[in-house]
């Protein structure tokens, strides 16, 4: 069931709805709008419902507090396997007993009318079955990144949204920072010329051995699968290219802690034109930078990819955006492409492109380094 | 013939010294010293006469300019197949008519007691031809970087200064800069802990596409040779590591322009203890940039790699030395070192190490970016 009729694939294949979802009655109360409704526009709506699936550390200290200064959407409901953590949030943030959910009610969320997106923060491995279930539930749907571990399960992750009529975005809250804002324009070349080179690094030294992070079944991979998909989309859309080829190396200092995900990598990817970016992420470094060489001049943002304190220069001045807050502008971002029918600029594509380049980084290693068209 | 018996080579194979050599009788004037004896301490003796051989942009606008800054040596000769450029230099630096030479009388060099030094700033192709000659010609070598192309020739122009007895050192002027002996101090890690990560990238616009630079006969490969030199020297001095691999990758925008040579390279070391480093050099960005990361900070210089004008900060703390002429303090560096009798820290076998690098960088390059041990 899908309560948003509105949205852009619905309207396409209107002829294939199901008389429950044209039942809903709801294309009244969030009506078609132009792209150009501005954020006090969407003043008088009400703020669609939110519940996180996954407890962990991301979902407690980023992004429950990030939905408190939302203004398009709420904390209304959370899945978790820990019952201890029901009350604690219950308390916390007020959700009401019946949006609590667990992993074995998990597809009941679907008739709860509270409950409009579902923010899944799971560990890697789970991303694609819960974004498709939350799908196939009528929710609409925001992955954490990696989105998943395989570009076959990006394409079913989409696949799912799509035939559900739900929309889908993957967690790439830098998108909604002022500082990769210039970033994203600089690309056009308008200011400094074209860009023509990135460098990228980050890591950072990773603590308790047992984490889920260090498992290749739940993880997927180490430093590449979690901070190194920021360089590839640093990378990506600081060129505004996509990538034609990788080369990637491995490296290890801890065997034994690193035994089953990789802990530091290089990769190099080539855009069209030889334009170039050569990435460094790791589970045992602390760096954290983004540098952008254009024609005339270069950008560089250190730190990067922080949650918070980013600081950057453009040739010789000093980028200060003030406080964002990255997460709280992401979901917002996502309630308006769903208020306004239009494509998330952090679409479930978009992770599906940085999954290529993920694979092909692994294929490359895999081969001792030798490039790998992607 | 060798005007200083006293270096260490000829100390140690003294019984093979020939009559002459030892017959010059200019041990007495220049009497061993140890290590400790200051700069000041060499204040009394004559400074040593220097010829630079080959009058090109380096040597007119850099190399000529500290001659006029150094406390232990002196411009008292040169070499040219300019027949112009006689006049000019003779005028501005006061250079006498019997210390003029050119590329058919070079050789008789070995009678000029005005010249003690022969400092190499020819095409690097030239390179080992000249030392070699330099050598058998009695003088102390300076040989410009890329010390030559091969790790045979270098061997080669190690061994026969080795014979001749003389001293050879490669014009690595960084190591005479304040900001890069604070790379070098910090590598012994009693500052900031063990050095784990080096990042380094330095590039440039080349402009006329007809010089010898882009020429591989001259040149002997492209930025790699030329200015990705200065990021291997840095990568090795500043984890003060031995590289045990390399994997290295190429791009090319311009492919008529750089039809001999490589126009960009990114390319990653492996030091013991999974040590990394990672690089960039090109003939087509501006890039200059070198960072560390050790176990308990960071340093960064940039610009690293510029004659003058270099910045950098080590954790929060701002670098600030002022003004240093690095050829000045280079070549008496080596002036030093032929009247102490010491090792030259940027002597040929450093030169060589990097030739090692190159090699192997090449190597890798040849064979798909896949790892090469070193």
């Known amino acids: ?59 407690t200290r980023q992004l429950a507090p990030a939905l408190q200064e939302t203004e398009y959407c709420k904390l209304t409901g959370i899945v978790t396997g820990t019952k201890e953590k029901e009350k604690i949030w219950s308390d916390k943030y007020g959700i009401k007993e019946e949006n609590i959910y667990n992993y074995d009610n998990y597809d009941s969320i679907a008739d709860d009318e509270d409950i409009d997106i579902i923010y899944v923060v799971l560990p890697n491995s789970m991303h694609a079955e819960y974004t498709i279930r939350a799908a ?104 505004g290219l996509e990538p034609v080829a990788i080369s990637a190396q491995e490296f290890k200092t801890d065997p034994m802690k690193f035994g089953e995900v990789d802990e530091t990598v290089t990769w190099q990817l080539e855009f069209p034109n030889g334009i170039v970016s050569n990435s460094t992420t790791s589970y045992s470094l602390r760096t954290n930078r983004l540098y952008v060489n254009y024609q005339k001049g270069r950008a560089e943002l250190e730190p990067a990819y922080s949650y918070r304190g980013l600081a950057g220069r453009i040739n010789n001045e000093t980028l200060d955006f003030g406080r964002t807050n990255q997460q709280a502008k992401q979901i917002d971002g996502f309630v308006k492409t769903i208020w306004e029918d239009t494509e998330s600029e952090v679409s479930g594509e978009e992770g599906l492109r940085d999954m290529r380049v993920v694979e092909a980084l692994y294929k490359s290693i895999a081969q001792g380094g030798k490039r790998v068209e992607i």
């Not at 709506?45 to 996954?54: E, W």
């Not at 080179?197 to 993880?219: C, H």
Request: proline content about 5%; aromatic content about 8%.
């Open 1 to 59: 069931m899908n309560p948003y009729p509105n949205s852009r694939y619905e309207l396409s294949r209107r002829g294939f709805l199901t008389k429950s979802a044209q039942g809903l009655g709801l294309a009244a109360a969030y009506p078609l709008v132009s792209q150009s409704v501005s954020a006090h526009e969407h003043g008088g709506r009400k703020p669609l419902g939110i519940a996180l699936v996954g407890l962990g550390g991301y979902a």
């Open 136 to 239: 196939q539930a009528g929710k609409h749907v925001i992955c954490e990144k990696p989105m998943a571990l395989s570009v076959a399960e990006c394409q079913q992750m989409i696949d799912a949204c799509q035939k559900a009529g739900v929309k889908l975005s993957i967690g790439y809250r830098l998108h909604f920072s002022p500082y990769h804002r210039r970033i994203i324009d600089l690309a056009k070349g308008e200011e400094l010329g074209a860009p023509r080179y990135v460098q990228s690094e980050f890591g950072f030294t990773i603590g308790n051995p047992d984490q889920w992070r260090l498992k290749k079944a739940l993880a997927g991979g180490g430093a590449v699968m979690d901070v190194g998909v920021y360089c590839i989309q640093g990378s990506r859309y600081a060129t």
